[in-house]
């Protein structure tokens, strides 16, 4: 909102609520929205890890023209449509690591909350009716424009719109409540028959689970205007109280310098990248590294130099359990430094950049004196808890069910581990030999077979 580095302070000491705008579960959520999560995911990460208690609220938008008009096209209630993609949502989320928000609330369990902030809208006199559909008339708000930017004399007073998206030049009354259409869902309610508008759903939800104002709001740069606009709006017309305190907003991924969308037919969607043997890791990794105001521009290149990455900073994790402890070689005080250089880096408006050359600098530093056996087992362990006290935030080190494995896929690592816990070493290698061929490799260590990595097949 001030176009400028703010310290943040919360509403409540420890304590943050922040809203993340949510998949419009019509389809599958492709990179460039992935890239939007994963920004959220290290926000809220870093503010854990900064010491923060963590609300966050993450929408589904299960109701808006797109998914009306597809559930149409395929002869699906809204409803059984609309729980396809969000189920898929919730796999690629977790195949990506990112961390479950506290609460997703779909946008049709929440009518009538939307209701109840339209007819607040009414009484204070900033909606009004029109062709059996309510208003939001922006001349009512002097305040309307100022996260995007627009001028007042850009506002067209009394032209409505009923679109849920469209374009910042369209600077008209918006749609609060949609007249009942053939065809389309239906809710009897106070307000009459008829369905929420898009812009209506955010406002009611994030009112209802983080309170009328609340920390922090995020989403892509295509949310300012009119979404995250109009959410203002209407929010602080109701409530006479400031909405949210901070927006951050990331920029699109690009694909050959042109936004990844639909729309353009450029995307990609999570599925794609795992058809062709790519690691979610990886995916991550690419996702998470560049600054989230910055643009990103996505290439296989840069998708295979994600990849080398990760298996970089998960080798060295690996091997510090093995090979023979040595005398030491003053591990501790270049950890001591990597740690503050990687605070003081997601400190600056997450500096993710920076953040991950801290990694990648001890990394370096370090490897020399892990390969020539001179760290001491003391040294090993503090270098691992170092790393993993890193990986709070970032999530690219080897995990127990290993990256993006699937419930069936970390069920049969669990099998070979009871195997060879049993001695059954017959049945750990028919396992093995299983998971290989699901394109999984083990590794086995000194403290056993924890380390697991999807390995891209050759070619892709």
Same mark, same amino acid.
């Given at each position: 909102?001030?176009?400028? !580095?703010?310290?943040?302070?919360?509403?409540?000491?420890?304590?943050?609520?922040?809203?993340?705008?949510?998949?419009?579960?019509?389809?599958?959520?492709?990179?460039?929205?992935?890239?939007?999560?994963?920004?959220?995911?290290?926000?809220?990460?870093?503010?854990?890890?900064?010491?923060?208690?963590?609300?966050?609220?993450?929408? &589904?938008?299960?109701?808006?023209?797109?998914? &009306?008009?597809r559930s149409r096209?395929?002869?699906?209630?809204?409803?059984?449509?609309?729980? /396809?993609?969000?189920?898929?949502?919730?796999?690629?989320?977790?195949?990506?690591? &990112? #961390?479950?928000?506290?609460?997703?609330?779909?946008?049709?369990?929440?009518?009538?909350?939307?209701?109840?902030?339209?007819? /607040?809208?009414?009484?204070?006199?900033?909606?009004?009716?029109?062709?059996? +559909?309510?208003?939001?008339?922006?001349?009512?708000?002097?305040?309307?424009?100022?996260?995007?930017?627009?001028?007042?004399?850009?506002? #067209?007073?009394?032209?409505?719109?009923?679109?849920?998206?469209?374009? #910042?030049?369209?600077?008209?009354?918006?749609?609060?409540?949609?007249?009942s259409k053939p065809?389309?869902?239906?809710?009897?309610?106070?307000?009459?028959?008829?369905?929420?508008?898009?812009?209506?759903?955010? +406002?009611?939800?994030?009112?209802?689970?983080?309170?009328?104002?609340?920390?922090?709001?995020?989403?892509?740069?295509?949310?300012?205007?009119? %979404? %995250?606009?109009?959410?203002?709006?209407?929010?602080?017309?109701?409530?006479?109280?400031?909405?949210?305190?901070?927006?951050? %907003?990331?920029? %699109?991924?690009?694909?050959?310098?042109?936004?990844?969308?639909?729309? #353009?037919?450029?995307?990609?969607?999570?599925?794609?990248?795992?058809? /062709?043997?790519?690691?979610?890791?990886?995916?991550?990794?690419?996702?998470?590294?560049?600054?989230?105001?910055?643009?990103?521009?996505?290439?296989?290149?840069? !998708?295979?130099?994600?990849?080398?990455?990760?298996?970089?900073?998960?080798?060295?994790?690996?091997?510090?359990? +093995?090979?023979?402890?040595?005398?030491?070689?003053?591990?501790?005080?270049?950890?001591?430094?990597?740690?503050k250089e990687f605070?003081?880096?997601?400190?600056?408006?997450?500096?993710?950049?920076?953040?991950?050359?801290?990694?990648?600098?001890?990394?370096?530093?370090?490897?020399?004196?892990?390969?020539?056996?001179?760290? +001491?087992?003391?040294?090993?362990?503090?270098?691992?808890?170092?790393?993993?006290?890193?990986?709070?935030?970032?999530? !690219?080190?080897?995990?127990?069910?290993?990256?993006?494995?699937?419930?069936?896929?970390?069920?049969?690592?669990?099998?070979?581990?009871?195997?060879?816990? /049993?001695?059954?070493?017959?049945?750990?290698?028919?396992?093995?030999?299983?998971?290989?061929?699901?394109?999984?490799?083990?590794?086995?260590?000194?403290?056993?077979?924890?380390?697991?990595?999807?390995?891209?097949?050759?070619?892709?």
């Open positions: 909102m001030t176009r400028r !580095l703010d310290e943040f302070q919360p509403l409540e000491p420890g304590r943050v609520g922040l809203y993340t705008c949510g998949p419009t579960v019509y389809d599958f959520a492709h990179l460039g929205n992935f890239r939007a999560y994963i920004f959220e995911d290290l926000l809220r990460r870093y503010l854990e890890y900064s010491g923060f208690q963590v609300t966050q609220v993450m929408n &589904i938008t299960d109701i808006d023209d797109k998914t &009306i008009r096209e395929e002869g699906l209630s809204l409803t059984d449509y609309t729980r /396809r993609y969000e189920k898929a949502f919730y796999e690629d989320r977790d195949a990506l690591r &990112i #961390k479950p928000a506290a609460f997703y609330p779909r946008a049709t369990d929440h009518i009538p909350e939307m209701v109840e902030l339209v007819r /607040r809208l009414e009484a204070g006199g900033f909606a009004y009716r029109k062709d059996g +559909s309510i208003y939001f008339s922006i001349e009512k708000f002097p305040g309307y424009g100022r996260l995007a930017g627009i001028e007042a004399g850009a506002l #067209k007073a009394g032209v409505r719109v009923d679109s849920d998206e469209y374009e #910042k030049e369209d600077v008209r009354d918006f749609v609060l409540w949609k007249e065809g389309e869902p239906v809710y009897e309610t106070t307000l009459g028959p008829g369905r929420p508008g898009w812009h209506l759903e955010c +406002s009611a939800m994030s009112m209802k689970y983080l309170g009328e104002t609340f920390d922090i709001h995020t989403g892509g740069v295509d949310n300012i205007f009119p %979404h %995250h606009e109009n959410e203002i709006a209407q929010s602080e017309a109701a409530t006479g109280r400031p909405f949210a305190r901070y927006f951050l %907003h990331c920029a %699109h991924l690009m694909v050959e310098g042109e936004k990844m969308a639909k729309s #353009k037919g450029n995307f990609y969607t999570l599925r794609d990248l795992l058809a /062709r043997g790519h690691d979610p890791v990886a995916v991550r990794a690419l996702l998470l590294a560049v600054h989230y105001r910055s643009p990103l521009n996505f290439t296989f290149d840069g !998708l295979a130099a994600a990849g080398r990455s990760v298996e970089r900073i998960q080798g060295f994790y690996r091997r510090l359990d +093995s090979g023979p402890a040595g005398p030491g070689a003053g591990a501790a005080g270049r950890l001591e430094a990597a740690g605070r003081a880096a997601l400190d600056d408006d997450l500096n993710i950049s920076a953040a991950l050359a801290a990694v990648h600098n001890l990394v370096s530093a370090l490897n020399p004196d892990l390969e020539a056996g001179r760290l +001491s087992a003391d040294e090993r362990a503090a270098v691992r808890r170092g790393l993993e006290d890193f990986d709070r935030v970032l999530a !690219l080190l080897p995990g127990d069910s290993g990256p993006g494995l699937t419930e069936a896929e970390s069920a049969l690592v669990a099998e070979r581990q009871a195997a060879r816990g /049993r001695r059954d070493f017959a049945r750990a290698d028919q396992l093995r030999d299983e998971l290989l061929r699901l394109g999984i490799v083990i590794e086995d260590t000194p403290a056993g077979p924890r380390a697991v990595r999807r390995e891209r097949p050759s070619g892709s």
